[in-house]
């Protein structure tokens, strides 16, 4: 899928608004005589629209751009013999949160081990040890940055859920007010009719329209993003204890 994938059935949903009705013209006319409250809420409006689209769109590229570059991280951890090798590595994988978290690990793992005296064992003389404190510290530090790559990938998240729950409710003030100006516009004429006041209902229920063509994509954003975060974090968890277990199988 690419970008335009996402972005042609919404344009072409936009374009069908625009279809020629009978008599009255098309949707767009509509749009271009309401008055100053109703264009200032479609501008308003228009505005969330195209920044929860790009949000979507970046959104999109960027968990595309962290399946590839997991899979690959998790296949070069797995493989190498040598944590220094995947450190290494890690300038390959920087759009991975795996490779960040990996990253403060290895810094901590480190840390643990030039501060620890090292220890002579059957097996390994002259090894250097963790005690279960140095693992304690090791899964704290990997903690925060599994906090830090989340904090990074729900940055924006607000935003789209604000689209989806405030458009609909700034659509129907447009139209509230529009169906007064109409109803009250109709206390002029001398004879009331349908045909007096269809109109103006018309162009005040454009907002609504426009606030419905707002939210649905940036609720269903939402809802796939939030999905995707979930299945990112529970990654991180796994290959967290993965490092874990490496760590206690090789200084423990």
């Not at 906090?147 to 458009?167: D, G, I, K, P, Y």
Request: glycine share 8%.
């Amino acid at each position: 899928m690419t970008r335009e994938d996402l972005i042609i059935p919404y344009l072409t949903w936009f374009l069908a608004f625009q279809a020629d009705a009978p008599g009255a013209g098309s949707i767009m006319d509509l749009v271009f005589r309401t008055g100053p409250f109703a264009s200032a809420i479609l501008a308003i409006l228009l505005l969330f629209s195209l920044i929860s689209w790009t949000i979507m769109v970046r959104k999109w590229l960027s968990f595309h751009q962290i399946d590839n570059q997991s899979r690959g991280f998790v296949a070069v951890f797995r493989k190498s013999s040598r944590l220094s090798e995947v450190s290494t590595a890690c300038e390959h994988y920087r759009g991975s949160p795996l490779s960040g978290i990996f990253t403060a690990g290895y810094q901590e793992l480190n840390a643990q081990l030039q501060s620890s005296k090292p220890r002579e064992t059957a097996t390994n003389p002259g090894h250097p040890v963790l005690t279960e404190r140095n693992i304690a510290g090791i899964q704290r530090s990997l903690q925060r940055a599994a906090a830090a790559e989340l904090s990074v990938m729900e940055r924006n998240m607000s935003w789209l859920a604000t689209t989806a729950s405030a458009t609909p409710f700034i659509g129907l003030l447009g139209t509230v007010i529009g169906i007064i100006d109409a109803f009250m516009g109709l206390g002029f004429e001398k004879t009331a009719s349908i045909q007096a006041v269809a109109p103006g209902i018309a162009e005040a229920l454009i907002a609504t329209a426009a606030g419905l063509f707002a939210a649905i994509p940036a609720v269903v954003g939402y809802n796939q993003f939030v999905h995707r975060i979930k299945n990112v974090a529970s990654e991180m968890d796994d290959f967290s204890t993965e490092f874990l277990n490496l760590i206690e199988r090789s200084f423990g």
